[in-house]
């Protein structure tokens, strides 16, 4: 997994990145294929485009796309686009998928078949698991299994037939997929779902479920995806810094799924801006708003919990003493004035939370310099990787923190950069020329990190995937 930080104010934007990479072997032993799972902390997830372009991508999820590192198709589309320069972030994104969609030819059919597949078993178990979470649910009979894992099928088509569908997707390209993959599909409600007796309907219903995981945004819904690719800087036309978060998928049935999660910009009006990403964004809210996000849910539970307790003393205690016409109106009106005043006392809670510790540092953040910008988004991603550290949690976040900061002056310029070369190495390389293809370093300062680390190959195996 990983954790990361994007900061901006109108001196210019932050990022910062940890270094651990997961990577999922099937080893072969005793007749059987099983995870083993390995951690590498060399990982590059931040990567500037060429220097004249104020551009630096940020990575989280696989470290690879379809099979094709990050790093390599981001210098790709570097290469392709040379000297040109986008008038916004904006501008890069929509360009960056026009160039992703046709690199996507390259990829052959067959790999986008198999990724589909193991999409749709992945989402079949988490179907299956989370209608089974409910306490106590391993004491449910086969009956009841059914029964929950039924209801939480229809519950999930509903919430899918009301997302939209993809840029240049439709309802030709659902029953297109549905109808490429029948067989697909039906193995894995077979595997998933073959030891209930789930209905005709159930199992249309999941075919249905299935193709929306390709044509559907789900911002709203879980789904197995990719990466989520973070684009931050300045175009050519941009005064203040801003940023745009893609979320993108395999291609299937030739098509590129994406949509985007999230942008972000600053002006005369919004100085400031902070936005953690995956693990970063439980502990950034933690040092940012004094309270955990965990114990804030578990708080808002137990006072709904307190509430109907309350409700149904109270009904008890009033059906003792008047009709029962006259119980149900107020009981009515006990639990309409109830959830009134708890949704009261939320709000009282998150406005105090608001202005007692995210306002203050938010508008700290407005006036610090690009160098404070670059310490404070380190300290955040290492949060995580200290509390992993030092807990019960597996350790996922880990190794050098690579920060860099984009200015409208200066573009891309680390702040610190783990060491990847020995020295001997680095000074060899000096001698070539920085510039090649209209490519280089894209740095104009670097402040390694001070650790002598020699770099960890990666590699792209058959059976191997490799995830930040």
Known sequence: MTSEV?????????????SATTSSMMYSGNGKNTPSPKIFESTDKIIPLPKCHHIAFMFSGSADWMGLPWETIVKLYGYQLGSKVIANVQGYADDFLTFLSKLMQKIPEEAQNAYFETMVESYF?????????????????????TKVVSKSIKEREGKWKKAEFSTGMGEDQLEEVKKRFEMTIWDAYRSTFGDLS??????????????????????????????????????????????????????????LRCCQTEEGSIDFEKRSLISPFCYAIDDARCFLGGVHPEYLDAMEFIMKETLSKFVASAEKILLDSMKISEFK???KEL??????????????????EIAHFFSPVNDNIAILPKEEMAKFAEFLVSLSSMRQRYSTSDVSVSGPIDVAVITKADGVVWYRRKCRMEPLVDAQRADYPAESNGIDESVTAIKPFPINQTSVLGFNAQGVRRSR
């Open 125 to 145: 178990r988490f179907v299956r698991d989370f209608a089974l979470s409910e306490k106590d649910s391993e004491k449910f009979d086969k009956s009841r299994i």
């Open 335 to 352: 639990r309409k004035e109830g959830k009134e005043i708890l949704k009261a006392e939320i709000e009282v809670l998150t406005s105090y």
């Open 198 to 255: 789930l209905s005709k309907d159930d199992s249309r219903r999941l075919a249905y479920i299935a193709a929306c995981l390709c044509v559907k945004n789900s911002n709203q819904l879980w789904v197995p995806k990719l990466s989520d690719v973070i684009i931050a800087g300045y175009g050519s036309q941009d005064i203040f810094p801003s940023y745009v978060c893609l979320e993108i998928s395999a291609p299937v049935i030739g098509r």
């Open 329 to 331: 109106t107020i009981g």
């Open 6 to 18: 994007l900061i901006m104010n109108q001196e210019g934007v932050a990022l910062a990145a940890d």
